[in-house]
């Protein structure tokens, strides 16, 4: 007997203890063998001969995307779907020579489609069409019994009923990405998942996306269902409340969409945000795509139109195209030189049509001139000398810190991934970017808003948002959720002061409703009878002047034309609504991007009973369908 | 340094070598039905890297068994820290793959460290027990430092994410309490600490995914559609083997690839389905025959230290291939463990290896006293 050092203790006692526990184990593993696969060996084996057990998914219908008012943006519709399990197919000739007259499609495509799957793939379904329409689904179904292997399918489809209307907004739906599935964000998907890949789809996957079920099936041997073994319901998505006003939305695709016959519509965004709550009321971006056409899995065809098309109609202008602001931002700058007490209200400059400064000439965009010009007609007819001389004494540093103030040179948090944060420059700026310092000449172009300034169309809602209640405020797209379990409303919008004082914004407001209310300003187009408007043309340059001056307007090829901004709010008084409107190319303020805002505010507050229904809003058809 | 005595050699433990070889076959053989289905040409990449480990862990043995293993004793504390700060690393540097991060990935190679504390592991119990005899242990606090040299690598699996190790590890320390002396009534009190240790696990260390799995087990009809799907599957190509097998390369639930995991924790399924009760029976008899002869070894050894490593190396072998054959048997719940030199995985392969290697190091030197 073997003792360990030092002891009198016996190890081989305890070694044959542990012999036994092995023996014991070793023992049970051969009985529970013996059950399987001599008692129960007949029954299992015929179960795999069978391969008989197959699991299913069973999609969960994405959550409905609807606006304010409980209008559907985003719902789920039953597509039938055909499929052929390759294992299952018994003469796949005949099989796909049916098939492909059946459904008026190429046999070669058709076989091409299904390939040759080795292995557990030869028992995955393939899919062959994704969305059967009646007469074909009809065919299918009346030969099913000469088809082995072939089978159709319910799968719940994502649904856009207003087509284009909020395309951007909405977003897109795609199969999940390799880089996602390894993300921890994602970590519950599978391959071929399908996800939101942009826009409020994506924002909102946690709350739309349900849980998928599933049931185990026994099937015979051509692969049909003959006995369900197990099922597990899937759970539906979260019903998504925007703060979207469709009749907005679509006054705003109207107003774009207004242009003689002949004519391509107008390219560009409008958005409009109610200031008390940040609420978007619309968000539009054109041109824009039908987001149908990525719910069942884009075809190739239509995402090469798509990508190449060379006004980029997948990017959204709202949030994620920024844009020099011409005038727009000259109350921006009225409001800092206020504020810094560069100038006080009455403060007049003589506009003779141009500035001199640094040994150039600066000049006015009117040539012959405004004369002698205070605050507030300089804002009403936006008369750049007086903004060039004042802000050369505010210097760009100050303007700077005061832009920001206003929500601009970062991006709004409104929730959407690829939000562009747009430009305000300061001396520190430019050295960082450019390693060079700021020069005064760059302070007078930067004062009329050309210079280096960046503006997303997002941005100019929110800066004159801040002008209208002194307040930079977030908005916000998401209402409330609706799950099965409960209603989670939305957070209310964070609101911080901008950095001018009430008083000083009262008198940019002030001048901001001269421009629309009163003869000689530049605004004239987006007066609505009955309710007082304030707001701000601009034109932003997009080639040098001296390449366009000789033409005649109407013969500057598009792509060189100026584009037409309008920021405006109402009532001017109590502000209710602020619409930020940006036409890509649309030439001038006054007459390419004001009347579209006009269209919103009036739509706006027609529904607010404050003015009657117009002859406009009536004669336009609803029929937002249409691409282009 | 390494004195070499040629008696060394002329005590060649020639059984455990033909019982390792014989493990290692049957193994290969499986491993290649599992994987070869698809493969066009040439040797299934899992194949390819299974003989690859297979020959670094036979160079690596080789030296093993150069070195005298009572050297070890003196290095084990060394090895022991070397093996937990490796495991360490992956916290920190290691992707999170499958819900765990237990990899650490260097170019074409890829390593799970907590396999190697198992043996850092065996080699400080080793050591502590032959220092404090186990007869000698008669009271609980006098498990307090073998306590702590468990919790070390237990504790870093746990934060690893990988129940299924940390369970194993755990009982692979717990082998050597089957040869303390401490009575019955101080048994039940750890067993109470034990069950409140559990609860406290279950409610704040478990994953949603890690309860999901251990309630499935007690409950099949939970998730069927998921962890439910594996098992049955795996019922269905063990019973369907019958008395002689479907035949090697001839399985249908193998062949058809309806286990995920077929080749790594699944693999003894496949050898079920295409060997057979009798194939099944032959490889377990292996096994036991691997094992019991391990006790030998520990019985044989005239050091107590050869004894604790020999007592070790068995219970590193013993319980993962317990809890991995009685997963596939419907007799545990499906946690990832793989079953020792059978189950595809090039760093179990190594380590398991150095851990025989380590037993035939102690087999050798019976005589030299």
């Known amino acids: 007997m073997t003792h360990l050092s030092g002891t009198d203790l016996p190890l081989d006692g305890r070694l044959r203890l542990f012999a036994a526990l092995l023996g014991a184990a070793f023992a049970i593993f051969e009985l529970r063998l013996f059950q399987l696969q001599v008692v129960e060996a007949a029954e299992l084996r015929e179960k795999s001969q069978r391969n008989s057990v197959r699991t299913v998914r069973l999609e969960a219908p994405r959550g409905e995307i609807v606006d304010r008012e409980g209008r559907t943006l985003a719902d789920t519709r039953s597509a039938r779907e055909l499929s052929v399990v390759p294992n299952d197919l018994q003469r796949r000739d005949v099989t796909f020579a049916a098939l492909a007259q059946l459904l008026d499609k190429d046999v070669g495509e058709l076989d091409g489609r299904v390939g040759n799957p080795r292995g557990i793939a030869r028992f995955r379904p393939v899919r062959l069409v994704g969305d059967l329409d009646y007469v074909h689904l009809a065919r299918v179904e009346t030969h099913r019994f000469a088809l082995p292997g072939v089978g159709t399918n319910v799968r719940p489809l994502r649904n856009y009923p207003e087509g284009t209307l909020a395309s951007h907004l909405l977003g897109t739906l795609g199969e999940i990405r390799g880089d996602q599935l390894e993300s921890e964000a994602y970590a519950d998907y599978r391959p071929g998942d399908v996800i939101g890949q942009t826009g409020l789809e994506a924002a909102l996957e946690p709350s739309l996306r349900g849980k998928a079920g599933g049931r185990n099936i026994v099937v015979d041997a051509s692969g049909r269902e003959v006995e369900e073994l197990e099922r597990v319901e899937p759970e539906p998505g979260s019903r998504v409340v925007l703060t979207l006003d469709l009749d907005l939305q679509r006054a705003a695709w109207d107003a774009f969409h207004d242009v003689p016959p002949g004519q391509p519509p107008k390219m560009g965004s409008a958005i409009a945000i109610d200031v008390r709550t940040g609420d978007v009321l619309a968000m539009l971006s054109l041109p824009g795509f039908d987001p149908n056409a990525f719910a069942g899995g884009i075809d190739a065809t239509t995402w090469k139109a798509l990508t190449n098309d060379e006004w980029h109609p997948l990017q959204n202008r709202a949030i994620s195209s920024h844009y020099p602001p011409g005038s727009t931002h000259k109350v921006i700058v009225a409001a800092a030189l206020l504020q810094e007490r560069v100038i006080t209200p009455q403060s007049r400059v003589f506009c003779p049509g141009s500035f001199h400064y640094g040994g150039r000439t600066y000049r006015c965009w009117k040539k012959e001139g405004h004369g002698s010009v205070d605050l507030l007609r300089a804002i009403q007819q936006s008369c750049d000398v007086f903004f060039y001389t004042y802000g050369v004494q505010l210097g760009i540093d100050r303007l700077a810190n005061i832009a920001k103030s206003f929500g601009l040179g970062q991006a709004t948090g409104v929730g959407l991934a690829g939000e562009a944060t747009g430009l305000v420059p300061s001396s520190e700026w430019k050295e960082e970017r450019f390693g060079e310092r700021w020069f005064p000449g760059e302070t007078v172009s930067a004062a009329i808003g050309q210079g280096y300034n960046l503006y997303t169309p997002i941005q100019l809602a929110v800066a004159y948002a801040g002008i209208a209640t002194g307040e930079q405020i977030r908005p916000r797209l998401l209402l409330r959720v609706e799950r099965p379990d409960g209603v989670e409303e939305a957070p209310p919008t964070e609101r911080h002061p901008v950095g001018v004082a009430p008083e000083y914004l009262e008198w940019v407001r002030r001048g901001m409703t001269l421009v629309v209310e009163e003869p000689g300003g530049t605004g004239g187009r987006a007066r609505v009878p009955g309710v007082r408007v304030a707001g701000k043309t601009g034109t932003a340059q997009v080639v040098r002047l001296e390449h366009t001056e000789h033409m005649q307007e109407s013969k500057i090829p598009i792509k060189y034309r100026d584009h037409a901004w309008f920021g405006a709010f109402a009532p001017a008084d109590a502000p209710e609504i602020v619409v930020g409107v940006f036409v890509e190319h649309g030439q001038h303020g006054s007459s390419g991007a004001a009347p579209v805002a006009q269209r919103i505010l009036a739509r706006y507050f027609e529904k607010r009973g404050i003015i009657p229904p117009t002859r406009v809003a009536a004669q336009v058809p609803e029929t937002p369908h249409a691409l282009h | ?369």
């Open chain 2, 1 to 369: 340094m390494l004195s070499i005595d040629r008696r060394v050699f002329q005590h060649f433990d020639w059984l455990l070598f033909a019982l390792v070889l014989a493990v290692l076959a049957i193994g290969l053989a499986n491993l290649y039905s599992a994987t070869q289905a698809g493969v066009e040409h040439g040797l299934p990449p899992e194949f390819r890297r299974q003989l690859t480990a297979i020959a670094i862990g036979a160079a690596v043995v080789t030296v093993v068994l150069m070195l005298d293993y009572r050297r070890l004793e003196r290095w084990a504390p060394a090895l022991y820290v070397a093996a937990l700060l490796l495991t360490a690393s992956t916290l920190v540097l290691a992707p999170l793959t499958r819900g765990n991060r237990s990899w650490l990935v260097y170019g074409p190679f890829s390593l799970q460290p907590a396999e190697f504390t198992k043996l850092g592991l065996v080699l400080l119990m080793a050591r502590w027990f032959h220092r404090h005899p186990p007869g000698l242990v008669r009271r609980l606090r006098d498990l307090f430092v073998p306590g702590l040299i468990l919790a070390g690598p237990v504790g870093l699996i746990v934060l690893q994410r990988d129940l299924g190790v940390a369970v194993l590890t755990l009982l692979i320390g717990a082998t050597y309490l089957l040869f303390v002396r401490i009575p019955v009534r101080a048994w039940v009190m750890v067993g109470a600490a034990g069950l409140a240790a559990l609860a406290g696990l279950w409610s704040f260390v478990f994953k949603d995914y890690q309860r999901k799995r251990i309630l499935d087990f007690f409950d099949p009809s939970r998730d069927p559609l998921a962890s439910g799907y594996q098992a049955i599957q795996s019922r269905i190509a063990v019973g369907s083997g019958g008395l002689t097998g479907q035949g090697y390369l001839e399985g249908p639930q193998t062949q058809l690839q309806f286990l995920p995991t077929q080749h790594s924790d699944f693999a003894f399924s496949v050898l079920a389905e295409e060997w057979g009760f009798i194939g099944c029976s032959v490889l377990l008899l292996v096994y036991l025959s691997l094992l019991v002869w391990g006790l030998v070894i520990a019985s044989n050894s005239k050091d107590g230290f050869g004894s604790m490593v020999a007592v070790g190396v068995v219970g590193m072998l013993f319980w993962p291939a317990a809890i991995n054959v009685a997963m596939v048997l419907g007799l545990a719940p499906v946690i990832g463990v793989p079953l020792p030199l059978i189950s595809y995985g090039g760093t179990q392969v190594l380590v398991n290896l150095i851990g025989l290697g380590l037993l035939m190091n102690v087999s050798m030197r019976r005589y030299i006293f």
